[in-house]
C-alpha cells in the first residue's frame, strides 16, 4: 500500500512565524505535489516537483516555498505566516509514468495562523 | 481555460437509496477524469477512474458515466451506506502538464447520507 504521511495533523502558528509542513512517501514516487484546501474552492495547487530539486510553481505559490532534497520528502514552507494561510494542507504524490494518472494523498495538516 | 466543476455543494440522500454525483468539465480535450472520496479528518482517496475512450466504468457499487458531447460525468453510488458519507471531487488531468500529472479538482459535493 501506498503511504504518504504528513509530519503534523494540527499546528497553531503566530502570524510572522516560519513554518515548515514535512510530507514523506514511501513508493519511490517521481512526483509530489502540495495543495491548499479551503471550503468552496476545492484544491488548490501551490507547488509540484517531478524529482529531486526540480520544482515548479501552482496556481497559488505566492507567499509559499518548498524543498526537495531527497525523492521522498518534500516539505513546503512558509515564509512569514499570515493568517489568510489558515487552511487544510494536502501532500500527494505520483509516478511519473503516464499510464499512472492518480496521485496518492497524505491525511492533511490542518494549520492555524493566529 | 480548464475548469472542473460540481453541480452541488450539498446532496442529502436517504440510506439505501441510489446517489448521483454530477461534474462537468471545460476542455473537450480532456481525457482522463477521477473521482476522490474524502472522509472526515482525512486526505481524499481514490475511488474510480475513466478514460475518454470509455463512456462507463463500473467498480464495486460505484459507476462512473462520461458524456463527452456535454462535457458532463457523474458518480453513481449504488444502496447509499452511512458510510459513503463524505466529500467527492471530480479531477481532470491537465492537458498542459506533459508527463507532471496535475490534476485540476472540482470543487467537491457533501453527500450526507440520513438514516
Known amino acids: 500500500d501506498v503511504k504518504v504521511t504528513q509530519s503534523s495533523r494540527y499546528l497553531v502558528k503566530r502570524t510572522g512565524e516560519k513554518v515548515f509542513l514535512e510530507c514523506v512517501q514511501d513508493?519511490?514516487?517521481?512526483?509530489m505535489f502540495w495543495y491548499r484546501q479551503d471550503p468552496g474552492l476545492g484544491l488548490r495547487l501551490i507547488y509540484f516537483s517531478y524529482d529531486v530539486k526540480m520544482k515548479e510553481k501552482g496556481d497559488i505559490p505566492e507567499g509559499y516555498s518548498v524543498s526537495r532534497e531527497k525523492k521522498e520528502r518534500f516539505s513546503l514552507i512558509l515564509e512569514s505566516a499570515s493568517t489568510n494561510q489558515t487552511s487544510m494542507y494536502l501532500c500527494?504524490?505520483?509516478?511519473?509514468?503516464?499510464?499512472?494518472?492518480?496521485?496518492?494523498f497524505g491525511p492533511g495538516t490542518r494549520l492555524t495562523v493566529t | 481555460g480548464e475548469s472542473v466543476g460540481l453541480h452541488l455543494p450539498t446532496l442529502s440522500v436517504q440510506e439505501g437509496d441510489n446517489s448521483i454525483i454530477n461534474c462537468a468539465y471545460s476542455?473537450?480535450?480532456?481525457?482522463?477524469f477521477i473521482w476522490y472520496k474524502q472522509e472526515s479528518g482525512k486526505g481524499p482517496q481514490f475511488i474510480i477512474d475513466?478514460?475518454?475512450?470509455?463512456d462507463k466504468r463500473q467498480g464495486q457499487r460505484v459507476t462512473v458515466l462520461l458524456n463527452k458531447t456535454v462535457k458532463h460525468l457523474s458518480l453513481q453510488i449504488a444502496a447509499t451506506q452511512p458510510g459513503d458519507s463524505a466529500v467527492y471531487f471530480c479531477?481532470?488531468?491537465?492537458?498542459?502538464?506533459?508527463?507532471?500529472?496535475?490534476?485540476?479538482f472540482g470543487q467537491g459535493t457533501t453527500l450526507q447520507v440520513k438514516p
Open positions: 476542455n473537450s480535450a480532456s481525457d482522463y
Open positions: 500527494a504524490s505520483r509516478y511519473r509514468d503516464r499510464g499512472h494518472v492518480e496521485q496518492y
Open positions: 513508493m519511490d514516487h517521481e512526483n
Open positions: 475513466i478514460r475518454s475512450n470509455m
Open positions: 479531477a481532470e488531468k491537465d492537458h498542459g502538464s506533459s508527463n507532471t500529472g496535475k490534476l485540476i
